[in-house]
């Protein structure tokens, strides 16, 4: 009986093995690309709170930049000054609101309109290609 030697082999990394060279940078541009997937998915989830802060920053601007504005011509307090540029504050959004309710109203009674005369004729063409019975009602 003949005791055969054992084969030698050569040692490759395996898949848990990261000190290899090559496995390490593929790691690397791993951990890069879950990085950016992270930041995309965290840039979508906090889109409306960045822009409510973002919104706020700006108004706050608005409002110093006005106060400081209006301290040129009128010679009071800040706190009068900022009072007065609030109150035109609220004045606009008050006037946009009006303004913008008056414009959807507008909007809904000819989008109801259209709509009637769309229905009308899909009707129409019903009753004239023998779709609708003639003795169905014609219009609504």
């Not at 084969?7 to 791993?30: K, T």
């Not at 960045?50 to 706050?60: N, P």
Request: hydrophobic share 60%.
């Amino acid at each position: 009986m003949t005791v055969e030697a054992p084969a030698i082999r050569a040692e490759e990394p395996g898949p848990s093995d990261y000190h290899d060279p090559l496995i390490r940078r593929e790691l690397a541009r791993a951990a890069v690309w879950m990085g950016l997937a992270v930041a995309i998915a965290l840039a979508v989830v906090l889109a409306q709170p960045l822009l409510l802060i973002i919104g706020g920053l700006v108004f706050a601007a608005i409002l110093d930049g006005g106060t400081r504005l209006l301290g040129r011509v009128l010679p009071i307090a800040r706190a009068w000054r900022l009072a007065i540029i609030c109150l035109l504050a609220l004045g606009f959004l008050v006037w946009t609101a009006y303004f913008a309710g008056l414009q959807l109203v507008a909007q809904a009674e000819s989008l109801q309109i259209i709509i009637e005369v769309q229905v009308n004729r899909l009707i129409a063409w019903g009753h004239l290609n023998g779709l609708i019975p003639s003795g169905s009602r014609g219009n609504l």
